[in-house]
Nanobody, 118 residues
Framework: QVQLVESGGGLVQPGGSLRLSCVVSKISFKNYDMGWFRQAPGQQRELVASITSGGSTKYPDSVKGRFTISRDNAKNTVYLQMNSLKPEDTALYYC????????????WGQGTQVTVSS
């Protein structure tokens, strides 16, 4: 099963930036599309960024222009650069690999908490 270790979260003021990292093991990382997800209290988990094995990226309108996903296949790591953060970005952030189009694997990491507050 895939193993995922997220890091880089924290408390940041509105308008600030954070860079999340996710180290992936137990799969052939370079061959998988990857995604960053978030879940706020009382809400469903949502996809906020995805990157294909070839490097193509997609974002929902809620984060487009503010978030950037990237990957380093040599380090088995996927990143999420988050700029111009808003209080509504507050959530637990997870990464995962897709085993089918837009279908994440069943195993999840512990996530990393992002809190945007003044």
């Amino acid at each position: 099963q895939v193993q995922l270790v997220e890091s880089g979260g924290g408390l940041v003021q509105p308008g600030g930036s954070l860079r999340l990292s996710c180290v992936v093991s137990k799969i052939s990382f370079k061959n998988y599309d990857m995604g960053w997800f978030r879940q706020a209290p009382g809400q469903q988990r949502e996809l906020v960024a995805s990157i294909t094995s070839g490097g193509s990226t997609k974002y929902p309108d809620s984060v487009k222009g503010r978030f950037t996903i990237s990957r380093d296949n040599a380090k088995n790591t996927v990143y999420l650069q988050m700029n111009s953060l808003k209080p509504e970005d507050t959530a637990l952030y997870y990464c995962n690999a897709f085993w089918a189009p837009r279908v994440p694997m069943n195993n999840w990491g512990q996530g990393t908490q992002v809190t945007v507050s003044s």
